[in-house]
C-alpha cells in the first residue's frame, strides 16, 4: 500500500552562472492514491522534473514534504520505480539482463527474476527480443524495456518523466496504449509527467495542471473516461476533446 502525500512542496535552485535562485516549484500540495494514475502536465521548465526527482528522492525539497505512507521520502528507495526521458540501459546486458536487473540486486534467484522478467518482457510486446541487446533495438522498443526493466521492481509507486518523448508519433501511441493497458491489468500508482495534454488526458484518472514557472497547482480534473483506451475511437470522442480543449486552455491561456 502507497499512499503519496505532497504538502506546500518548493523547490528553489541556486543558479551557479547567474548567481541567482530559481524557484522550480512553489508550494505544491497533492495526494495520490494506491491504484490511481494521475498525469502531471504543464508548461516547459514549469518544474515538472524537479518535482518528480524530489519524489523519486534524488533532491532534497526546499520547503514542504513528502510522504509515502506517512514515512517522509528522505532518499531513492526500491517502493519508487523512475522510468525518465532519457534513461540508459546498461549496453553491455542483454535486454533481459537489464530487466532482472533490479530483482537481482533484491537477491532474487537467478529463475526466479527470468521468470519475471520475461514476464514484463512479455507485457511490453517484447517477448521476442530477450537475449538482444540494447544497442540493437529500436527508440521504441529500448523505452518499452525501460518501462519493464521499472515494472520488474514491482513498484509501489512509478514516477515516469515524459518517457515517451523521444520516440515517433506513431510508436507513442502504441506506447500509450500498452502503458494504460498494462496499468488497468497491473494497477500500479503512476504518476506521470508530460507536457503534452492529449497524452496526459488519454492515460490518466486525473490530470494536475501546472502554472508555467514557477509551477503551483492550478487545476485538477478528473478523467471521466471509459477504459480500454484506445486512440484510433477516443480523437474523434466528444468529451475527450472537450477536456484536452479545457486543459490546453490552463497551460497555454490565450
Ligand atoms: N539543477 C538545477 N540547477 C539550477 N536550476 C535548475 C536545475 N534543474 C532545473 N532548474 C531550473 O528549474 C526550472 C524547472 O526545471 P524543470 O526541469 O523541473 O522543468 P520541467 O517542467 O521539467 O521542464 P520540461 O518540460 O522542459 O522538461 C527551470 O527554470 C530550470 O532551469
Ligand atoms: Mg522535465
Request: hydrophobic content about 45%; some cysteine.
Amino acid at each position: 500500500m502507497k499512499n503519496l502525500i505532497i504538502r506546500g512542496l518548493s523547490k528553489t535552485y541556486l543558479d551557479p552562472y547567474a548567481g541567482a535562485h530559481v524557484t522550480a516549484i512553489a508550494d505544491v500540495s497533492l495526494e495520490v492514491v494506491q491504484g490511481e494514475f494521475v498525469s502531471i502536465v504543464g508548461p516547459s521548465g514549469c518544474g515538472k522534473s524537479t518535482l518528480l526527482n524530489m519524489i523519486a528522492g534524488f533532491i532534497p525539497p526546499s520547503r514542504g514534504e513528502i510522504l509515502l505512507d506517512g514515512r517522509s521520502v528522505k532518499g531513492p528507495g526500491p517502493d519508487r520505480g523512475v522510468v525518465f526521458q532519457s534513461f540508459a540501459l546498461f549496453p553491455w546486458k542483454t535486454v533481459l539482463g537489464n530487466v532482472t536487473f533490479g530483482p537481482k540486486m533484491r537477491g532474487v534467484p537467478r529463475e526466479e527474476r527470468e521468470r519475471i522478467g520475461r514476464e514484463y518482457l512479455g507485457l511490453v510486446g517484447l517477448a521476442g527480443a530477450a537475449g538482444r541487446y540494447p544497442a540493437e533495438l529500436s527508440g521504441g522498443m529500448q523505452q518499452r524495456v525501460g518501462v519493464a526493466r521499472a515494472l520488474a521492481n514491482s513498484p509501489d509507486l512509478l514516477l515516469m518523466d515524459e518517457p515517451f518523448a523521444s520516440v515517433d508519433a506513431q510508436t507513442r501511441m502504441t506506447l500509450q496504449e500498452e502503458l494504460t493497458r498494462i496499468w488497468q491489468e497491473r494497477r500500479p500508482t503512476i504518476l506521470f509527467v508530460t507536457h503534452d495534454v492529449e497524452e496526459a488526458v488519454f492515460l490518466a484518472n486525473r490530470v494536475i495542471v501546472l502554472s508555467s514557472a514557477p509551477g503551483r497547482v492550478l487545476a485538477e480534473l478528473p478523467v471521466p473516461l471509459p477504459r480500454p483506451r484506445v486512440w484510433a475511437p477516443l480523437v474523434e470522442d466528444r468529451d475527450f476533446k472537450a477536456l484536452v480543449a479545457r486543459v490546453l486552455g490552463m497551460v497555454r491561456p490565450a
